[in-house]
């Protein structure tokens, strides 16, 4: 488990935690970032803010692995910056 | 703003990036009614359609992202809907950015408003390989969906009629997140008890949704509750059952906000249609390298620096048109009236005729400036810096997104504080509001290009870059010293969506550049021309009575005006350690209402025309190298115009802008103090 | 991940090349900018290619970070990094040709400004302007910029 402000470029994570604020909790969670819920981590130079998007049911696979430029529909991208993605604990799923 | 002459009223919802500025500008044709939202400082928008006959009020609804207590735009949003109940709501939803979108749509929806979707950008959803079933989707969600492509005002037809029909024919759908059996029995429970003490509040608000609100302690229904006789019974048992809840599912808030987004899930999946095989994204493609740590910067220094040389270069010919014409011609020409007395004459060309051209003189290169600006802005870089100096404005406890109102300030320092308005977090945005004053606004350019070109030659170039760069290290160490202190708070972070970047949009662009430049004509120029009315008087005046427009021309006579009077003796006192002269202090008090005057005031006290003012002050001898620097530096840091005060203000009251006006003046005498003890001990003179 | 446009992929044979000589170029001529505001703010006298190259700091910046992306995307291709060369070919083509617009923006302004002010500029001087290293390298990126697009607008999506 490490901070989204580590993950690696190109990889997917799960979040598994989020230690903030109420104020920050609640307004990741209202843009869709909750425990559980799976990341595609667009750009990343760690640690460092982060840019990702949520992967969904529609996510794209293409021959078996993610693309790592292919848009995943439906959700727009997030920029989170360094210390709201240290505040974010997620575990990797998928190595770029 | 009340109903009268309208027979009906709709509200534009939707988050951020959907497209719902063109929307709206579609069905309003462009016409609208700017103004505020009652006792905040949120910009509301307000037009008018025609449809069916009907003449419809369309109210133009912040960009939130859910209906929540916790920010000011959500509450406006939420009290509207309630209070003035407009006949229709009508929600953006984004077909490349659907989950959020449909979010607020379904908090819209449990707050009982009349929701038509207009289920926009679906050419852009196309693109990325997928189609949107929108008739699965009406029938899912009980609400009429209408597909458009706003920048080609495909579906605005369609849109219009939807909206005329659903005027007529009210659809509700309280009900559509189910939350499952134990929370669904409390939110029976709490809605029992409503409706039997306090049956007047269902008619305001549906009661489930003031149960849903008050499991998830919503502080403002919790507020509007507790202030009713039986409030307390109703708080009591809504109290017991969230305990209750609390034990079996955990917080209830976010569990509920966690089962809105699992319907939200479910209804995506049964309408998302894959068309095609998506290819690379170009937004992806081009982040990869713009949003590199090391790539990225220069990148973006390399635009800054070609949008400044679009600013001032490119706009020469217009600069240079207005000041033939109007500081030339006219003031010529006002000058030749006869039959008029001296003091008239005068009074129209020196002091009005001035004041207006000292206004519209520098209006080209703020409006190329925030031109430039709103094409990089509209095609979606502007995030991209905000990401590239996050990590260094994260030491200074400060959003990335601070960076946006401070370039804003390079053109105009009054948007410049405006813009802070962006800033989600209370303590950041009054952060930002109070140090973007310290950018380096275009006014003061001239006393650079002025003072730096008679006294340092070659080095003015050098000189003037390192005045901006001076700017924004004060602005981030004032940033952080206020964010220690006054202004504590852990940094909540910066979150920010970034938008695919996208051709700039015409309208788009036109708007916000005339928006800001508005604010600088407006605001700015008012204070400017009063301004140089004043020191038009205050010149040609003085304790000897009035000495007649020649003392414009002759420097003898103007040291007897109030203006010389005022500059001798802030010249002795104030002033003395940093060895400026008399004329130079004047310059400074007036500049103390407009950095455009600074220049213009000077150039009367020498008593030439500003064309000859450089080499005058290089003959003068008044300043050396050192004390030049330290004048710049001076006329840097202290209070911006007035205008800018004013602003300031504006968004965090009278106190905080008294506080900006004693720190900036403090600041900048120190600065400049320290340059001349630093400069002397170092050799200079 | 498939990026299968041969036919375009030979194009590249010419694009990466002219990248390298471009990017050597615009590289030396930010140097030689930055060597020139040197010399001019010590006064020095004479500088380096004062026909072309201006003592500016600005300029060299905008050169210097032109030909540092060129070398860049060479330096991607020849680590396959084929997607990143394209993006990094795109900026620095692109930054190439908006410093090149602005300077021809700026000599029509100032031939505009002629005409304002009555000061009459002669046909040598915007001669010369025209002829400036940041416009006359941009000329040549221009119809480069071919290439990279239409290999863009087969494999992207623009939105």
């Known amino acids: ?96 | 703003m009340t109903n009268e002459g309208k027979r009906a009223r709709i509200a534009l919802a939707g988050i951020p990036n959907v497209g719902k500025s063109l929307i709206f500008n579609r069905l309003t044709g462009g016409r609208a009614w700017v103004g505020n939202w009652p006792g905040v400082t949120v910009e509301k928008k307000v037009g008018t359609l025609k449809v069916n006959g009907i003449e419809v009020e369309v109210v133009d609804l912040p960009g939130i992202y859910s209906l929540t207590a916790y920010s000011v735009d959500e509450l406006i949003a939420r009290n509207f809907i309630v209070e003035e109940k407009p006949d229709v709501v009508v929600c953006i939803v984004s077909a490349i950015n659907l989950e959020r979108s449909l979010y607020l749509a379904l908090s819209l929806l449990e707050l009982g408003a009349n929701v038509i979707i207009d289920l926009n950008m679906v050419d852009l959803a196309e693109k990325e390989g997928y189609r949107i079933n929108y008739k699965k989707l009406e029938s899912i969600l009980g609400v009429p969906v209408i597909p458009t492509i706003a920048p080609t005002g495909r579906g605005i037809d369609k849109l219009k009629e939807a909206i005329g029909k659903a005027i007529r024919e009210k659809k509700v759908q309280i009900r559509i997140v189910d939350y499952g059996r134990i929370v669904e029995e409390a939110i029976s429970k709490i809605e029992e008890t409503i409706r039997s003490l306090a049956p007047e509040l269902t008619e305001k608000y549906p009661a489930r949704w003031i149960a849903l609100k008050l499991l998830e302690e919503d502080s403002d229904i919790v507020g509007k509750v507790s202030k009713l006789p039986v409030g307390k019974e109703i708080l009591d048992k809504a109290n017991q059952l969230r305990e209750m809840l609390k034990e079996k599912i955990g917080d209830p808030e976010s569990y509920i906000v966690e089962r809105r987004y699992e319907r939200v899930s479910e209804v995506v999946k049964a309408v998302v249609e894959k068309v095609a095989i998506p290819k690379v994204s170009m937004t992806d493609l081009l982040d990869s390298i713009l949003t590199h740590k090391v790539v990225g910067i220069p990148f973006a220094l390399s635009v800054i620096y070609l949008l400044f040389r679009f600013a001032f270069e490119v706009s020469a010919p217009l600069v240079d048109l207005v000041d033939v014409a109007i500081n030339g011609y006219l003031h010529d020409l006002a000058l030749g009236i006869h039959g008029l007395p001296e003091w008239f004459t005068s009074l129209l060309a020196d002091g009005i005729i001035a004041g207006v051209g000292a206004v519209l003189v520098f209006l080209p290169v703020i409006a190329f400036f925030f031109l430039g600006f709103a094409v990089l802005e509209d095609v979606g870089y502007m995030a991209r810096v905000a990401f590239l100096v996050d990590k260094v404005f994260h030491k200074f406890n400060l959003p990335g997104k601070t960076v946006i109102p401070l370039i804003i300030g390079f053109g105009c320092n009054v948007p410049g504080v405006m813009a802070a308005r962006g800033i989600e977090d209370e303590n950041e945005r009054k952060t930002t509001a109070l140090i973007a004053p310290l950018a380096s606004c275009n006014a003061r350019l001239p006393v650079y290009l002025v003072i730096g070109g008679a006294i340092l030659g070659a080095m003015a170039g050098f000189a003037i870059l390192s005045l901006y760069v001076l700017g924004i290290i004060l602005a981030l160490i004032v940033g952080l010293l206020l964010r220690r202190t006054l202004f504590k708070g852990a940094s909540t972070g910066f979150i920010m969506e970034l938008p695919p970047y996208m051709a700039p949009r015409l309208g788009n662009v036109a708007i916000k550049t005339w928006e800001r430049t508005k604010r600088f004509l407006f605001k700015a120029g008012t204070v400017i021309f009063l301004a140089t009315l004043i020191v038009w008087f205050l010149s040609v005046t003085g304790p000897g009575g009035y000495l007649g427009p020649e003392a414009l021309e002759n420097p003898q006579l103007i040291r007897e005006s109030w203006v010389g009077i005022l500059g001798r003796s802030l010249a002795s006192t104030v002033f003395s350690p940093m060895g400026w002269d008399w004329r130079a202090a004047v310059a400074l008090f007036f500049g103390f209402i407009a950095k455009e005057i600074v220049v213009s005031s000077m150039a009367i006290l020498y008593g030439v025309g500003e064309e000859k003012l450089m080499d005058v002050i290089a003959e003068n001898q008044a300043f050396t190298p050192l004390t030049a620097y330290a004048y710049m530096a001076f006329v840097l840091i202290y209070v911006p115009c007035i205008a800018t005060l004013a602003m300031v203000r504006n968004e965090l009251g009278l106190k905080y802008a008294i506080l900006a006006l004693i720190y900036e003046v403090l600041l900048a005498y120190i600065v400049s103090l320290s340059i001349i003890g630093i400069g002397s001990a170092l050799g200079f003179s | 991940m498939e990026s299968g446009k041969s036919i375009f992929k030979r194009y590249m044979y010419v694009i990466i090349p002219m990248e390298v000589m471009l990017g050597l170029a615009y590289l030396m001529v930010g140097l030689i900018a930055i060597i020139n505001w040197y010399l001019g703010t010590i006064g020095a006298g004479e500088i380096l290619y004062p026909d072309y190259v201006p003592g500016d700091l600005g300029v060299s910046l905008v050169m210097l970070s032109i030909g540092f992306l060129m070398i860049l995307s060479v330096y991607y291709w020849f680590r396959r990094e084929i997607m990143k060369s394209l993006a990094a070919t795109i900026l620095g083509l692109g930054l190439a040709v908006a410093a090149m617009v602005m300077q021809v923006l700026v000599i029509i302004a100032s031939w505009l400004n002629s005409i304002i002010v009555n000061e009459p500029i002669t046909y040598e001087e915007l001669k010369l302007g025209f002829l400036r290293a940041d416009a006359l390298l941009g000329y040549t990126a221009l119809p480069l910029l071919y290439v990279p697009l239409r290999i863009l607008r087969k494999t992207t999506i623009t939105q």
Request: charge should be positive; include cysteine; proline fraction near 7%.
């Open chain 1, 1 to 96: 488990m490490m901070p989204l402000a580590y993950a690696r470029e190109g990889s997917l994570v799960r979040v598994s935690a989020i230690r903030a604020s109420k104020g920050l909790y609640r307004r990741l969670h209202e843009l869709g970032i909750m425990e559980g819920k799976i990341l595609r981590v667009i750009k990343a130079q760690g640690p460092g803010p982060v840019i990702i998007e949520i992967v969904n049911s529609i996510s794209h696979v293409y021959g078996g692995v993610p693309c790592p430029y292919c848009p995943i529909a439906t959700g727009g991208r997030l920029l989170l910056g360094f210390g709201v993605a240290m505040k974010i604990m997620v575990e990797e799923v998928r190595s770029p």
